[in-house]
């Protein structure tokens, strides 16, 4: 085969090989081509961003796909492993897979139905009547599915990442972002024990006269924040005099943290998971861009 198959030919075998056991995503992806027979000229066949082969970008996609219907799950950073919802799909589907037989799980047709929402009412606020959209409006779609699914591999890799490594991330973001003197004592991790329950701080000023403390819980998405943790991680801004804040979490917050927040005499920002990554993206940690497009208009001027 010389050139890569489509890209709803990988979902059986990509399936099938998870179907057996715990499989790293990208190995994966070497495994289907063999089963395809693909040559080195498709191999070698790129996406049109040039950076990553084509049989590789679709076996990542798949699994996406894959995860949003829970026939998969993320077993650790750069694995995925079948669900029991997936093996019962599995002996249904021993043929090909497409596309209209994830239709049948709730969850893959409500993410699809929020990107068809999306385009629909875009469509209208273009005035399109026919409700398709422009080719601008299909890149800014393409691109904002692909800053999702970066978002969620973000808090999957932090999630699993150790809780020093994540609080190292978190401060790191905060100096990407201009928070903190230019000297290069501006971020400190404090995490460990006798850290009065911070885990950093980020010194406004090159003497430190202003901070602010950070406290950065990695937890899993499903374990909200309470509104005791807000109240624990006031006392501990009490402890260190402190005025301003910062608690980042890779779950979310509660309704009572939020309001406990907002009454407190401190000044506490909160971060959840979704803005987390992505004010990684924006500010590229933990990411990288891939290829930078050009998209060029006419220049009237010129030709007048």
């Known amino acids: 085969m010389d050139t890569c198959p489509p890209f709803s030919s990988f979902f059986g075998p990509f399936l099938r090989l998870a179907g057996s056991g715990e499989i790293n995503v990208r190995d994966s992806a070497k495994k289907i081509a063999d089963q395809f027979g693909m ?11 040039g950076n990553q082969p084509r049989y590789i970008n679709r076996t990542y996609w798949v699994a996406s796909y894959f995860r949003k219907a829970g026939l998969v799950e993320t077993s650790k950073r750069g694995y995925v492993k079948i669900t029991k919802r997936g093996k019962e799909f599995l002996k249904k589907h021993r043929g090909q897979i497409s596309s209209d037989d994830l239709n049948s799980f709730s969850s893959f047709t409500s993410f699809k139905e929020r990107k068809t ?4 009412q875009k469509a209208s606020d273009n005035g399109i009547l026919n409700h398709s959209l422009t080719p601008h409006d299909r890149i800014n779609d393409a691109l904002q599915e692909i800053e999702d699914e970066l978002a969620q591999m973000i808090l999957e890799q932090l ?3 150790s809780p020093s490594f994540f609080e190292r991330a978190v401060l790191d973001l905060f100096l990407n972002m201009g928070y903190g003197s230019s000297n290069e004592e501006a971020g400190e991790l404090l995490g460990g024990s006798g850290d009065n329950g911070v885990d950093g701080l980020i010194n406004q000023d090159a003497l430190g006269l202003e ?9 899993q998405s499903e374990n909200n924040i309470s509104a005791d943790a807000i109240r624990e991680f006031t006392g501990a801004l009490n402890v260190q005099q402190a005025s301003k804040g910062l608690f980042v979490t890779t779950s979310s917050f509660s309704k009572q943290a939020r309001t406990t927040a907002e009454k407190v005499p401190q000044r506490i920002v909160l971060i959840d998971g979704k803005q987390l990554a992505q004010l990684m993206i924006k500010y590229n940690v933990g990411c990288s861009t891939q290829r930078t497009f050009f998209v060029k208009q006419l220049d009237t001027d010129y030709f007048e």
Request: charged share 30%; net charge positive.
């Open 39 to 49: 040559t080195t000229k498709a191999r070698l066949e790129t996406t049109r961003g």
């Open 117 to 120: 929402a999306a385009e629909v």
């Open 159 to 161: 999630q699993s990442a």
């Open 211 to 219: 901070r602010v403390y950070i406290q950065a819980k990695r937890y």
